[in-house]
């Protein structure tokens, strides 16, 4: 079984930072993508940012330059360092997995709440 579990969120005023963890356990292929995903009240759940194993990454445009995606391929965890917040980053964020050797599967964490004040 495989789970993913969030940490780190919370309220902070704009333009504070953040770092989220991702933790991953259970039986995963070393060929993964790891991602933050968030969403906020009444909008849909949108991409964050992404990370292969191999370690590239993708970031939406909203968070460019702002928020750095990383991971520890050792111990399946992910991270997310949320620099200059603002009140619009205000969401649930959520850890997924995608692991699987042809077929990957998708796996969720639970998500964190991230409040930004203003």
């Known amino acids: 079984q495989v789970q993913l579990v969030e940490s780190g969120g919370g309220l902070v005023q704009a333009g504070g930072s953040l770092r989220l963890s991702c933790a991953a356990s259970?039986?995963?292929?070393?060929?993964?993508?790891m991602g933050w995903y968030r969403q906020a009240p009444g909008k849909q759940r949108e991409l964050v940012a992404t990370?292969?194993?191999?370690?590239?990454?993708n970031y939406a445009d909203s968070v460019k330059g702002r928020f750095t995606i990383s991971r520890d391929n050792a111990k399946n965890t992910a991270y997310l360092q949320m620099n200059n917040l603002k009140p619009e980053d205000t969401a649930v964020y959520y850890c997924?997995?995608?692991?699987?050797?042809?077929?990957?599967?998708?796996?969720w964490g639970q998500g964190t709440q991230l409040t930004v004040s203003s």
């Open positions: 997924k997995l995608d692991s699987g050797r042809f077929l990957k599967t998708s796996y």
């Open positions: 259970g039986s995963i292929f070393s060929n993964n993508i």
């Open positions: 990370i292969t194993s191999g370690g590239s990454t």
